[in-house]
């Protein structure tokens, strides 16, 4: 991987989503009032609920014991209860980044190739290339669709994984439901696709999107990832999961790590599924501070797309690097959108006072925005 590579996956924080060196973070944790205002992260600005901080400080008790199977397989049931499967379909990880790494080994080998849009989560990508596969990235259609067409005449007798990150980060933008099944219904048969749903709960169900948990194909070669990161504030934890036909399952899980997923993260994930109630007010909220932004965007008659998603790609028209330092001198943390998008970046939804702090420091930004406006 090159240094320049190796630095951009670094303000990004895949450093930290995937396991790699960690993100250098100025101060101390987000909830400090010292720290900095984290916007970078895509993280729920709320963490989890009281009931899931509850069920953590009672586990804390099984911390010197190795997770039992019995908690894992309590985990799997409750996922298994929500989405209608069997729990034999269910693959448990240390975040989903660990299914997509499952995935990656099950799928991939040198002389085999990953199909992905670009730009996308960048996980997968590093994974595949450490099997020896190639990866072929076909740039998102000028609408921020993932390239259809492109992928399937990428996707050949040698791809063995597609890629499907829907909602896209970074790009918050999502793939219409109708035609990802017409793709994948033209896909080889010997060809898996991975549907990335780590941001479903921010994407209102509509004609254009729909889970593939919710309105399943029934098709053993997909594989849908989520997390526990995001919506339900617990990316310290580590923990997600996949879906998959019991066969694909078994294929996964082969190349799980053992006990990946700890007794707090278990304990914590079991809570959070439990609590309906806060689930709903978190995605209310996140749907309050999406129109703020809007909003906001609007008076300053900024050029925007649409969110599916807890944050927001914003083209800035001018180098990102030094949009995101002029932002981290005021103590605010925002993340570049991908190498190739260098005027582009990211910003992640706080609360309704980080976000008034952004739009304190973009209003001082000594920047031309006169080619920002609408
Ligand atoms: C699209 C996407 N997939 C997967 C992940 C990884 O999530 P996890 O924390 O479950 O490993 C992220 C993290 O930000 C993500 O943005």
Known sequence: MSSSRRDFLKILGIGAAAGMSA???PAASAASSAGPIRLDNNESAYGPSEKVVEAIRVADAEAGRFPSGASAAQLADGIAQVHHVSPDQVVLGA???EVLRMASCACLESGKQLVQ???TFPALELYARSTGATVISDPLTPRFHHDLDAMLAHAGASAGLVYICNPNNPTASITPRADLEKFISRLPGSCYILIDEAY??????SSAYASFLDQPLNDPRIIVSRTFSHIYGLAGLRVGYGIASAETATRLRAFGTVNAVSTLAIRAAIAALDDTASLKEFVKKN???RQEFVNTALTRSIKQRESH??????ETFNPAIMVIQHFRANNILIAPV?????TW????LGKPEEMNAFWRAWDTLPIDKSAIRH
């Not at 991908?338 to 260098?342: F, H, I, P, T, V």
């Not at 970046?345 to 992640?348: A, D, F, L, N």
Request: glycine content about 4%; charged content about 10%; overall charge negative.
């Open 200 to 205: 479903h709960h921010y994407a209102e169900p």
């Open 345 to 348: 970046i990211r910003v992640s």
């Open 287 to 289: 749907t309050d501070a």
């Open 309 to 314: 998603t807890n944050f927001f790609a914003v």
């Open 117 to 119: 849009a670009s730009p």
């Open 23 to 25: 993100q250098p973070v």
């Open 95 to 97: 975040g989903s980044t």
């Open 338 to 342: 991908s190498l190739s998008w260098d």
